[in-house]
T-cell receptor
Framework: GAVVSQHPSRVICKSGTSVKIECRSL??????MFWYRQFPKQSLMLMAT?????????EQGVEKDKFLINHASLTLSTLTVTSAHPEDSSFYIC????????????FGSGTQLSVL | GDSVTQMEGPVTLSEEAFLTINCTYT??????LFWYVQYPGEGLQLLLK?????DKGSNKGFEATYRKETTSFHLEKGSVQVSDSAVYFC??????????????FGTGTLLAVQP
């Protein structure tokens, strides 16, 4: 099946620094990518939907200026957590779509962010 | 809004035991329902799906039936193996505003199968 590569898998950073997470579709072109976050014992929550070449659509309650999403090409989307704080510590996961949802969504392996 | 509730884990079973992971949902429309599995160190993978009431999704010995009357989509397997140890996510997909088709996930249930 299709492969989505997400890096890094784990990152520890100091409070106030910025962290960039990359999501690449390795063998297909993804017109749409999704970014999720998950707190312990909670659901995977959709943060934003990004379409190649246009601005991301953020879910209610997600700060656009804190979570910068760039989808510059059909195979790469990045999530930058700016001025990270301990409350941003979470598991972030991306998915890439070949069109439609569910059966044509392919997920990265996730990034565990810990902000000290 | 739409939501998915699934049983908390971890679920610990012996090999060849029967597995049930409960999942219920609330939705305003007629969603499609999915089970995803995440093996250690890997991304989520689609395990099975059902797109309408009474549909049964099945794959790798796992089954789930879309029950509209009970708003449920419980995952079952008759005889689990150690290799089934993973996190299982129940999810629904619905149309929102006619423009976005996105997934709503449950919390995930960790399954640990012991030899």
């Amino acid at each position: 099946g299709a492969v989505v590569s997400q890096h890094p898998s784990r990152v520890i950073c100091k409070s106030g620094t910025s962290v960039k997470i990359e999501c690449r579709s390795l063998d297909f072109q993804a017109t749409t990518m999704f970014w999720y976050r998950q707190f312990p014992k909670q659901s995977l929550m959709l943060m934003a939907t990004s379409n190649e070449g246009s601005k991301a659509t953020y879910e209610q309650g997600v700060e656009k200026d804190k979570f910068l999403i760039n989808h510059a090409s059909l195979t790469l989307s990045t999530l930058t957590v700016t001025s990270a704080h301990p409350e941003d510590s979470s598991f972030y996961i991306c998915s890439a779509s070949q069109g439609g949802a569910g059966e044509k969504l392919f997920f990265g392996s996730g990034t565990q962010l810990s902000v000290l | 809004g739409d939501s998915v509730t699934q049983m908390e884990g971890p679920v610990t079973l012996s090999e060849e035991a029967f597995l049930t992971i409960n999942c219920t949902y609330t939705a305003t429309g007629y969603p499609s329902l999915f089970w995803y599995v995440q093996y250690p160190g890997e991304g989520l993978q689609l395990l099975l799906k059902a797109t309408k009431a009474d549909d049964k999704g099945s794959n790798k010995g796992f089954e789930a039936t879309y029950r509209k009357e009970t708003t449920s989509f419980h995952l079952e397997k008759g005889s689990v193996q150690v290799s089934d140890s993973a996190v299982y996510f129940c999810a629904l997909s619905d149309w929102y505003g006619g423009a976005t088709n996105k997934l709503i996930f449950g919390t995930g249930t960790l399954l640990a199968v012991q030899p």
